[in-house]
């Protein structure tokens, strides 16, 4: 296996548990090394609330209330990602992070790119210096990938990760690296849903707390979604995967209540085209992050053969 690892960038504040910690626990157990990058190089900071459930019902602003959950119970991570994270909280590499400015594309075998949804993610969804590494390292696997003589790097991204994926331009095309691509990302429906569920129900006094980013005057509604922003710099409209009502399991995909576990992948939706995976919430993070490790072993194979050959024909 190769010796370089995947990079998981981070935003310094308010990532989505699950989607990272799961994510890592499911590379570190296949054998894949995972490092970590934020802006600064200090250790990032979880969204606080998808992990306690503090603060998202309708009490949550007085200060002793707050601390009996009920909706919360239910928004947050559950109990195997909050054992995932309290675990990688422990990792020397999570502790330690690379600065987004001493990142470079050929020292890493991979890249996954993480969602969360509170509003400091916007400074992750929006460093210019992050948005030009994913473009390189999209390119970097787009050119093996045509040339057929090395291993094209896997690339994953869940929720506004995607985001961060549709906001890197290609040096080789000038548009989106997504553009051309099938993609899923976070759904207007699911967003919608969280929204409307603690706006009305719930944190009421933080209506936008699950809208990282709210619609500007004259623009229709749901123009900011994670869906509609991702659609936008897509080749065709029709590139953005939603769940198809024959699939399999419909209801349970599509509720926004049931999440996927190392038991059973029916309530995902992941799609993978190529050398790209992208998922829509950490409901479907145990499935994404498998895919990701099957796409890396298909590399990792298809990358030894490679210098074999290559050994071969320099003898």
């Known amino acids: 296996m190769t010796k370089l690892p995947v990079l998981m960038p981070l935003p310094s504040h308010d990532y989505d548990p699950s989607e990272v910690a799961v994510s890592w626990q499911t590379l570190t157990k296949a054998g894949i090394k995972v490092v970590f990058a934020t802006i600064d190089g200090q250790p990032a900071q979880a969204d606080a609330m998808m992990l306690s459930g503090e603060?998202?019902?309708?009490?949550?602003f007085i200060?002793?209330?707050k601390k009996l959950p009920l909706i919360g119970l239910v928004l947050r991570a559950n109990k195997s990602a909050r054992y995932a994270h309290g675990q990688m909280l422990l990792d020397d590499d999570y502790q330690n992070p690379i600065c987004y400015k001493d990142l470079k594309v050929q020292n890493f075998s991979g890249l996954i790119?993480?969602?969360g949804h509170a509003p400091r993610m916007r400074?992750?969804?929006e460093d210019s210096i992050l948005q030009n590494f994913v473009a390189g390292f999209f390119d970097d696997s787009q050119n093996a990938l045509e040339s057929n003589s090395i291993a094209p790097k896997p690339v994953g991204a869940i929720c506004h990760g995607v985001v961060?994926?549709?906001r890197a331009i290609s040096k080789k095309t000038g548009k989106s690296v997504l553009f051309g691509k099938k993609?899923?990302?976070?759904?207007?429906q699911l967003e919608k849903s969280a929204w409307d569920l603690t706006r009305f129900l719930a944190r009421f006094w933080d209506a936008n707390y699950y809208r990282t980013y709210q619609e500007q005057a004259g623009e229709e509604k749901g123009y900011r979604g994670v869906q509609q922003e991702v659609t936008r710099n897509l080749a065709n409209a029709n590139d953005f995967m939603d769940?198809?009502?024959k699939a399999p399991d419909f209801l349970m995909k599509t509720a926004g209540i049931f999440r996927d576990s190392q038991q059973s992948n029916k309530p995902a939706w992941v799609v993978r085209h190529d050398f790209y995976i992208s998922a829509r919430w950490p409901g479907d993070v145990h499935t994404f992050s498998y895919q990701f490790v099957q796409a890396f072993k298909e590399y990792d194979l298809m990358a030894s053969n490679t210098s074999m050959q290559l050994e071969l024909s320099n003898e």
Do not use: C, E
Not at 55 to 60: M, Q, T
């Open 183 to 188: 993609t899923t990302a976070l759904t207007w």
């Open 164 to 166: 961060l994926a549709a």
């Open 243 to 245: 769940v198809p009502k």
């Open 63 to 65: 200060p002793v209330l």
């Open 55 to 60: 603060g998202l019902d309708p009490w949550g």
């Open 123 to 125: 400074q992750y969804l």
């Open 113 to 115: 790119l993480p969602g």
